[in-house]
């Protein structure tokens, strides 16, 4: 059975990634409500697609949780991750606020509000590298939020079978959990 949550993205901030030095998009009016529609425009080279690819890089990021082994991140969310000093968006998620972030160095898992989810990259000395998970209790409430729409007690599953599909506007997404 297929559960469809509606996940609507509210402010992408980013530093640093590519032609985006340091940026918020809000996609809220001066109520705070979510616009319908948010139409991307600009030059050759001022950052659209960039905007795109992390909005699905932070997406993808809501399928990684305690256990997942970080060494199996694929190359294209590698490839946008690690030339961005920090992203993060905010979404409501079946109008429950959260948010995603991605930073290139470490943080302390004091500095991570409920709700947050997150992963860093951070290279040592002597070239080693690695992926940190910045992890909390978001897929935990993702999985509440399923299961309360089956009308079931908490879902056992994580998500890594959590897929993405863009719906109507660049900026509503609908999640598939299988």
């Not at 109520?31 to 600009?42: D, F, I, K, N, R």
Request: hydrophobic fraction near 40%; aromatic fraction near 8%; charge should be neutral.
């Amino acid at each position: 059975m297929e559960i469809i949550m509606q996940i609507k993205i509210s402010s992408l901030r980013v530093k640093n990634c590519g032609a985006l030095k340091d940026i918020k998009i809000d996609l809220t009016d001066t109520t705070g409500q979510l616009q319908p529609v948010t139409v991307l425009g600009g030059a050759n080279g001022s950052g659209k697609t960039t905007v795109l690819e992390l909005i699905f890089a932070l997406a993808e990021l809501l399928k990684f949780y305690s256990t997942t082994d970080l060494a199996s991140i694929d190359n294209r969310l590698q490839a946008i991750l690690k030339r961005t000093e920090y992203a993060q968006m905010e979404w409501l998620i079946d109008n429950v606020k959260c948010r995603v972030f991605f930073k290139k160095s470490q943080i302390s898992t004091a500095d991570i509000d409920h709700g947050e989810h997150g992963i860093t990259w951070q290279a040592f000395y002597s070239n080693t590298r690695a992926w940190h998970l910045q992890y909390s209790d978001i897929s935990d409430k993702l999985s509440q939020l399923i299961s309360l729409s089956q009308g079931k007690e908490l879902c056992s599953s994580r998500f890594s079978d959590l897929m993405f599909v863009v719906c109507s506007s660049p900026f509503v997404v609908v999640a598939l959990a299988t």
